[in-house]
């Protein structure tokens, strides 16, 4: 059995190649392949910035180079435009909630990266903004972004990463959202649907990598059908 240090080499082996090499050269003709460039995806973590990336436009979310803890995440889905148009704030990493969660914790990262804390004026969820410098870059570009959302051209993705819960994948796929993905690496008991995408990976973990997490036309589905269908 590969163990998790070995694992974690082999994930950044394949997300350098996907993002320096394989992107870069293929994004222009994939770009191509679609009907229309305005549409606007809400992840959990990374994806939609990967996916913008992969059809070479420019990123028309907040939900970029950052990810949400599971339960986070489908709160903030309840109430989407509450959020969106909500307060962001920032704490030090030492005051998130989250800090003690191995998903957060165990991941050296932690403490180098802002974390936000977003209210609907009802409520608070945290966001760890992985991939910004500092605050005023990721409260710069959150409030830019949220600006572009197209409302009537919304992706909204969930996977089974950061804590998520059976509870978790049930609420996702009960939201009222017309355009859903869920990527997980697993069966769950009493799921299924349209937008439930199970993908095989090697080697095995408790949650989809993010490597693995499709884009443009895979095995799994084909995500430039998905956008052109909305």
Not at 40 to 58: D, F, H, K, Q, R
Not at 98 to 125: E, T
Not at 135 to 163: H, M, S
Not at 208 to 221: I, K, L, N, T
């Amino acid at each position: 059995m590969i163990g998790d240090e070995n694992m974690l080499s082999i994930e950044g082996i394949r997300l350098k190649f996907r993002n320096k090499v394989y992107i870069p050269l293929t994004c222009r003709a994939r770009g191509k392949k679609l009907n229309n460039t305005d549409f606007t995806i809400i992840s959990n973590n990374c994806w939609g910035g990967t996916v913008y990336e992969a059809y070479n436009l420019p990123k028309e979310s907040p939900t970029v180079g950052m990810f949400f803890m599971a339960e986070d995440y489908i709160t903030f889905l309840s109430d989407l435009k509450g959020y969106i148009h909500g307060t962001l704030q920032f704490i030090k990493p030492e005051e998130s909630r989250w800090k003690d969660a191995p998903q957060v914790s165990g991941d050296k990262r932690f403490g180098s990266y802002p974390v936000g804390l977003l209210s609907n004026g009802k409520s608070y969820i945290e966001i760890f903004f992985l991939h910004y410098h500092s605050e005023k870059e990721a409260k710069d570009k959150w409030e830019r972004r949220c600006k572009r959302i197209n409302w009537d051209r919304l992706l909204v993705k969930f996977n089974d990463q950061n804590g998520c819960t059976l509870k978790d994948v049930q609420d996702f796929m009960n939201l009222p959202f017309k355009h859903k993905l869920f990527f997980t690496c697993k069966e769950w008991p009493g799921i299924s649907g349209e937008g439930y995408t199970v993908i095989r990976q090697f080697p095995k973990h408790d949650f989809v990598m993010a490597s693995y997490e499709p884009f443009g036309c895979s095995q799994y589905c084909n995500i430039t059908e998905i956008i052109n269908s909305m």
